[in-house]
C-alpha cells in the first residue's frame, strides 16, 4: 500500500510503500512519548526504506535520543527521528540496524490508514502516570518490547490484506 504523508505546516511531503500499514503498535516510552505522543504514546508503522520519496528535503531535522545505560550515563541512539524542522511534526524513525526499513509516525501519514482489530501496548514500564491504556479485550501488554514483529503481527491479524 502507498502511504503519503506530510507535517503539519506543509513543508515536508513524504511517500512510501508500506506491507503493514496498520497502525496497531502504541509505544509509551519516555522518547516516543516527549517527541510525539500526544496521547502519551506514539504509533508507527513499518515501510520499506527503498521506497520513501521526499519532498521538502531541506526542512528535514533529524534527532538522536538520549539513552540511559543502566549506571545512569547516556549515549545518543543510532535511531533518526525525522521531524520538520519549521514545525515539529515528527514524520519517521529509520534506524540503521535495519537499512531496509523505515517507521513511518501514523501521525504524519494523510492516507486513510486501516482500522486495528486490537492493539499492542508496549513499553509500559516507561508510561506517563496520567496516561490511561484505552483498549479492547484483545489488545496485548507489555512493560518492554513484544517479541512479534511488525511483519508477523500483520501475518496473523491481517493474512494476505496487503
Known sequence: MELEGSCHCGAVHFRVDSSTPVPYQRCYCSICRKTQGGGGYAVNIGA???????????DISIYHAKMKNGQGRTHASTAERHFCRRCGSALWLFSPEWPELIHPFASAIDTPLPAASQHT?????????WVEIDGGSRDKHFDQYPEESLEVWHQRVCPGKY
Do not use: E, N, W, Y
Request: positive net charge.
Open 48 to 58: 520499506d526504506a527503498s521506497t520513501l520519496k521526499i519532498r521538502g528535503q531541506d
Open 121 to 129: 501496548h508496549m513499553m509500559l514500564a516507561s508510561k506517563a502516570s
